[in-house]
């Protein structure tokens, strides 16, 4: 299956600072999504986006599929933002199910 | 919506007794998924079905597993007989058509296995 890599493993920010994460892959994909998965274990899907960017609120994401990577900007971040966030594509010559980085575990301090 | 149900929330049991975990789509997403996630191995999909049949278990570590969804609002995850090694969060999730909509994923069962 593809491989999924997410950079840097660990980040603690003080709350308001702003934070880039990286998803990098090793095939083209035709899916890719962001999860949020909080301190409590609940995975909460953040965004689709197997190509170009989008915009949520505080939360943005960008996906170059031709250079197989995907960003996540978390702007002036909040203690709420704290939990694990992974990244998780498909491969289209396996089916539908996702491929899941490692993650990136983030800390937000007050 | 409910969202996806799993029950139950936590699971404690014996070395070699049999475990089963609950799963409750949301109403008319056909697609349902079985993870794993352990702090060595991260998030694991063991099986997932569509329109109540399976399309892939090659994730299903060994024949103590077994899944079955018997309709399209309920999926069972069965292991028999469980060992320490199955100790881990079991999420179920579910979706539409494809994957491009999103997951819903419910909020696991956390197992633990003496």
Redesign the interface.
């Known amino acids: 299956g593809i491989q999924v890599e997410q950079s840097p493993p660990d980040l603690i920010l003080q709350e308001g600072a702003n934070s880039t994460l990286r998803c990098n892959f090793s095939d083209s994909v035709n899916?890719l999504?962001w999860?949020h998965q909080n301190p409590w274990?609940?995975?909460?899907?953040l965004f689709?986006i197997?190509s170009g960017t989008k915009q949520n609120g505080r939360l943005s994401a960008t996906t170059v599929a031709t250079e197989r990577y995907s960003l996540l900007y978390i702007s002036s971040s909040q203690t709420t933002d704290s939990g694990v966030y992974?990244c998780a594509v498909?491969d289209p010559n396996?089916?539908?199910?996702?491929?899941?980085?490692?993650?990136t575990s983030l800390t937000v301090i007050p | 919506d409910a969202g996806v149900i799993q029950s139950p929330r936590h699971e404690v049991t014996e070395m070699g007794q049999e475990v089963t975990l609950r799963c409750k789509p949301i109403s008319g997403h056909d697609?349902l998924?079985w993870y794993r996630q352990t702090m060595m191995r991260?998030?694991e999909?063991l099986i997932?079905f569509?329109n109540n049949v399976p399309?892939?278990d090659s994730g299903m570590p060994e024949d103590r597993f077994s899944a079955k969804m018997p309709n399209a609002s309920f999926s069972t995850l069965k292991i028999q007989p469980s060992e320490p090694r199955d100790s881990a969060?079991y999420?179920c999730?579910s979706s539409l058509t494809?994957?491009?909509?999103?997951?819903?994923?419910g909020?696991?069962t956390?197992l633990t296995v003496v």
């Open positions: 899916n999504q999860f274990g609940q995975l909460i899907n689709y197997p992974f498909v396996t089916g539908n199910q996702f491929y899941f980085g490692t993650g | 697609y998924f991260g998030l999909l997932y569509n399309i892939d969060v999420f999730a494809s994957p491009r909509y999103g997951y819903t994923f909020s696991g956390r």
